[in-house]
C-alpha cells in the first residue's frame, strides 16, 4: 500500500466520504451528512483527513480540538473515522490516526479522546491498537 496519499479534507471530498461512511452503517446518510463534511474541511480547529488510492478516496478520518470541557485540558477528539469495506485491515485506518497523532503532538496537545460503542468489538480493537484504552469519563446520554 505504498502508493496510498495522506492529506488534509476538502470540501468536495464529502461525496466521496459519504459513499463510503454509507456502505459502512449499510444505509444511506443523513441529508446533512455531506454539509457537516464540507464544514469539517473548513474549520482550523479540525484535523481531518483522507487517504487516497490512485485519486480515489479510501479512508477518511475526522477529528477536533476541545478547548475546554468538563475538568480536562485542551484535547482532542476523534469523531468518525471510516475505510472502504474493500481495503479494510489494510492499515488506512493506523496511517491516518498516525497522520493526525503527529499533528497534535506538534501543537503540543497530548491526549486524544474517542467514544465507541460497546458491542462494536472491531472498532475497539482497531482503537486498542492504537493504544487508547478507558478513559476517567463515562458517556451519558438523554432520549428527549
Not at 53 to 62: A, D, E, P, Q, S
Request: net charge negative.
Amino acid at each position: 500500500m505504498e502508493d496510498i496519499r495522506v492529506r488534509e479534507l476538502e470540501a468536495k471530498d464529502a461525496d466521496d466520504i459519504a459513499v463510503i461512511y454509507a456502505s459502512i452503517v449499510r444505509k444511506p446518510v443523513e441529508v446533512d451528512f455531506k454539509a457537516l463534511i464540507e464544514q469539517h474541511a473548513q474549520n482550523q480547529n479540525d484535523i481531518c483527513y483522507v487517504a487516497e488510492l490512485n485519486g480515489k478516496i479510501i479512508g477518511f478520518m475526522i477529528s477536533y480540538i476541545l478547548t475546554f470541557g468538563f475538568g480536562i485540558e485542551k484535547s482532542a477528539w476523534i469523531a468518525s473515522l471510516g475505510v472502504d469495506p474493500e481495503f479494510m485491515g489494510q492499515g488506512i485506518g493506523d496511517h491516518l490516526a498516525r497522520q493526525i497523532f503527529s499533528i497534535y503532538k506538534r501543537m503540543g496537545i497530548t491526549r486524544v479522546y474517542t467514544s465507541v460503542r460497546w458491542d462494536s468489538t472491531d472498532l475497539l480493537s482497531f482503537f486498542k491498537t492504537l493504544g487508547f484504552d478507558r478513559s476517567r469519563f463515562i458517556n451519558l446520554k438523554k432520549d428527549i
